[in-house]
């Protein structure tokens, strides 16, 4: 993660925010969720930066429908907390529960479910955007279309999310009934992931380290919400309270990891014994374990030591994706770079967004050290990811280039088009979109 300096600001009510943006001491501002973008996304350098956690309250809830509307500040944690004791979960659910809901639909954030259910915009009916000059547009698929599409995907680059409209999902327990299944090679794990539909989620753990005859090894985790019949035979005792919140964690890692730890031999162990405790067998888990495993480690990227890491996110399009992370994942386990994390999922079709990052395949995601030669090696990366059609996520992005983002995402200039009548002025930049180049404007 990059170090910027910014300017700061923390409205506390959505008429602030149109006070905020009228023209005056700052050029550019970008609204800010959790922070829990891996680059420079929700940066601004030597520009504003809005801060949306006081901007999160709910404004009503639909109980028929399942419709939500709340402010765009509020967390995926706060809605789990309010609505899953009453049988409501998240349609769609990252790998933290720490994001804003107007930075889940800016970055139009995907799950284990993206093979049958789409994107979180998917399940977005309509939301408020406050564009630059003062005016909140009402858009969804049918009213404000364009902005709509735009936004979805859009880095927060076409005005601010001050509320969204969000269908949840009807749950009977607050567990999952998940079967683990341990898989020898990339070809093994691919094959078992073209059985993806018949799964509501499904994601594999991938040993990048693993070479030769087990290059790509992993344990593939389907799940399923579980029925009361289901934990009334997994676990009886949660019969009490079968919507009942996952407990809160106190593990932390409390200091920067001495960088010595982290080399091939320990994460090499880590990955052996994580694949060895993961024998295939159908268990019930909550749901913070299945959709939020490191959630419950305070500050765990503090393993990777004081020089850090870079998360790695690629699509590759079905019909070269399996040539593709084979390329890739060579390149990894060649380079012995250490990583715990490195995850393999299944992705449904596209959707209208011109920025939205999945389409029709696989994504695979992985942690990278940082070294000094970091950069050389992610351009290498980058240039196995065109080769085979595919693209990175902006969210995780730090280090592509102007020319490979335009490659990558070739509907670019469409959305530009719409951003420029949207903000004529470019008063909504990031750090992202200047490295990248993405608003063009003279």
């Known amino acids: 993660m990059p170090k910027q300096e910014c300017h700061l600001f923390r409205p506390e009510k959505s008429h602030a925010l149109e006070q ?7 050029s550019t501002f970008l609204a800010r969720g959790l922070g829990r973008a891996y680059g420079d996304a929700a940066l601004n350098e030597n520009g504003g930066v809005i801060l949306n956690e006081r901007l999160n309250r709910f404004i009503s809830f639909d109980e028929d429908r399942g419709v939500l509307e709340c402010e765009g500040g509020v967390s995926l944690a706060e809605i789990i907390e309010i609505f899953l004791p009453r049988g409501w979960f998240l349609p769609v659910s990252p790998g933290t529960k720490f994001v804003t809901i107007g930075g889940a639909l800016a970055c139009d954030i995907h799950g284990k479910n993206h093979h049958r259910d789409g994107s979180f915009s998917a399940f977005v009916d309509q ?14 698929r049918q009213q404000n279309e364009k902005a709509f599409w735009a936004t979805v995907g859009g880095m927060g680059l076409t005005g601010i999310i001050t509320r969204v409209q969000l269908r949840l999902r009807r749950v009977s327990t607050s567990s999952l009934v998940v079967h683990y299944q341990q898989l020898p090679n990339l070809d093994a794990v691919l094959e078992q992931l073209l059985e993806d539909e018949k799964h509501t989620y499904s994601v594999a753990w991938i040993d990048c380290l693993a070479s030769g005859d087990a290059l790509g090894r992993g344990v593939l985790m389907r799940g399923e919400h579980a029925n009361l019949d289901d934990v009334k035979v997994l676990s009886p005792r949660q019969m009490d309270n079968p919507l009942q919140l996952a407990s809160s964690s106190t593990l932390t890692v409390p200091i920067d990891m001495p960088e010595f730890l982290l080399n091939p031999t320990t994460v090499g162990a880590f990955n052996a014994l994580y694949y060895a405790a993961h024998k295939t067998k ?18 765990w990227n503090r393993l990777y030591g ?23 994942l060579e390149a990894v386990s060649a380079s012995k770079r250490a990583s715990f994390l490195a995850v393999l999922k299944t992705f449904g079709a596209a959707n209208e967004a011109p920025l939205s990052f999945p389409f029709k395949g696989h994504t695979l995601t992985f942690d990278i050290p940082f070294r000094d030669d970091l950069p050389e090696f992610v351009r290498q990366l980058d240039e196995i990811t065109l080769q085979f059609g595919g693209r990175i996520y902006l969210a995780k992005d730090a280090l592509l280039s102007e020319e490979n983002f335009r490659a990558m995402y070739p509907r670019w200039e469409e959305w530009l088009k719409i951003k420029r009548e949207l903000d004529p002025k470019n008063r909504f930049s990031s750090s992202l979109a200047r490295r990248l180049q993405m608003e063009l404007y003279n």
């Open 20 to 26: 905020l943006i009228t023209p005056g001491d700052e």
């Open 127 to 140: 939301f408020h955007l406050l564009i630059a000059n003062g005016e909140t547009l009402i858009c969804s």
């Open 282 to 299: 159908r268990v019930l888990v909550d749901y913070e374990k299945y959709f939020y495993p490191l959630d419950s480690i305070s500050h």
């Open 306 to 328: 004081k020089a850090g890491f870079i998360q790695y996110q690629v699509a590759l399009p079905a019909e070269q994706s399996a040539a593709g992370l084979k390329a890739l």
